[in-house]
């Protein structure tokens, strides 16, 4: 049967383990990703397609997800999903596909597979700051190349950086985020050639530029392409993937954590995919959306406008932390940039929200603005 006697326990160290102790000393100077509070505001921080599915579409929704098998495991490998992606989002039949909770997933699924001793990952800044955190997370040593005033990629800087660094994987945003701009496309082929390792295309607003490197994706040995369906306008489902040739993505899926993509989302997403005409009819109004909100911003005293091909615009104006403050006690938040990057001084960056949301957000900002002129006799 046996021994079943009272295990003895030394008690001389219990309650001396504390964080300070045990954690890895940069986790202990982190800070936490901070989501802001939105409740009871105009919300237009974070990216979302202000618009809902269509009712048709809820309905069929309603009916698919309310005979869920949420009592068992979803299909681990989400095949079904995966195949309908390869049809529906012209994704090459000879590339493969790995998803992820969101492209956060992706993005740590991939810094932890390149986490040799000692190894780089590389990427320009200000961009998407979870290619820095990822990087730290999984031990690896992350090297930021600064953009040039305009924000684009400062050649000499980045192909110097590559040749000092050797990095075994560069992130480059195509739209970037948060500036909006799309990079020089023969550049980035010069990096994909000239890289060491591997080369990721962050193709997150691909739904509002109009280019994308997904039918090029298999043309280079080093190249993937990630993607999400969160612009798109399916945040809630948390569902990004990445492309690429499948010696890639089979030794990358060894990473991923078990039943990453639980029943709900492989689901919801057939059904959203099914119906995609709908929600690229919506990204076509954001487009139109964002060049009507461009040119108004643009006509406000002392905003200075930053090109775009994303879901948002990205503006400076002088005392943006006021501004931002101002326009929060209005009930509307946005996303304040500046002391995020030097290049980002006094900047703020506003989602494309509705025609009604977008005149909200305008109305807001002149009266602030020509507030803010007044009180500094401007």
Not at 56 to 68: E, H, P, Y
Request: proline letters at 6%; hydrophobic letters at 45%.
């Amino acid at each position: 049967m046996g021994d079943r006697r009272p295990v003895s326990v030394d008690v001389r160290n219990h309650g001396q383990a504390s964080p300070e102790s045990v954690l890895r000393p940069e986790v202990l100077g982190w800070k936490a990703y901070h989501v802001p509070d939105s409740a009871g505001m105009l919300k237009l921080d974070a990216m979302e397609n202000p618009f809902g599915m269509e009712a048709s579409v809820r309905q069929i929704l309603a009916d698919v997800l309310s005979n869920a098998p949420i009592n068992r495991y979803p299909d681990a490998g989400a095949d079904v999903l995966r195949s309908l992606m390869k049809r529906t989002l012209e994704i090459p039949e000879s590339a493969e596909i790995l998803l992820g909770n969101g492209s956060d997933e992706l993005i740590q699924i991939l810094c932890q597979a390149v986490a040799r001793p000692g190894a780089v990952v590389l990427g320009v800044e200000p961009s998407f700051v979870m290619y820095r955190i990822s990087a730290a997370i999984a031990g690896a040593h992350y090297v930021g190349v600064p953009l040039s005033a305009n924000f684009a990629i400062d050649e000499s800087a980045l192909f110097q950086a590559i040749e000092e660094h050797r990095p075994a994987l560069i992130f480059i945003a195509y739209p970037n985020n948060p500036t909006g701009n799309l990079f020089d496309d023969d550049l980035i082929r010069r990096v994909v050639e000239r890289a060491p390792g591997l080369v990721v295309v962050d193709e997150a607003y691909h739904a509002f530029a109009g280019k994308s490197w997904m039918p090029q994706v298999c043309a280079w040995p080093n190249l993937l392409v990630m993607r999400t369906l969160s612009k798109l306008g399916l945040a809630g489902l948390r569902l990004g993937y990445l492309v690429g040739r499948p010696e890639w993505i089979d030794q990358l899926d060894k990473v991923r954590l078990p039943y990453n993509i639980n029943v709900l989302t492989q689901l919801a997403a057939k059904v959203s995919l099914e119906n995609l005409g709908v929600l690229l009819g919506q990204a076509s109004r954001i487009v139109q959306q964002r060049g009507e909100l461009m040119t108004a911003l643009s006509s406000i005293p002392g905003v200075h406008v930053f090109p775009s091909e994303a879901n948002f615009v990205t503006f400076r104006v002088s005392g943006a932390v006021a501004v931002f403050e101002a326009l929060r006690e209005n009930r509307i938040l946005i996303k304040c940039l500046h002391g995020a990057h030097p290049l980002l001084a006094d900047c703020l960056r506003v989602t494309v929200g509705s025609a009604d949301e977008n005149l909200m957000f305008l109305d807001a900002l002149r009266r602030i603005t020509s507030l803010e002129v007044s009180r500094h006799g401007g």
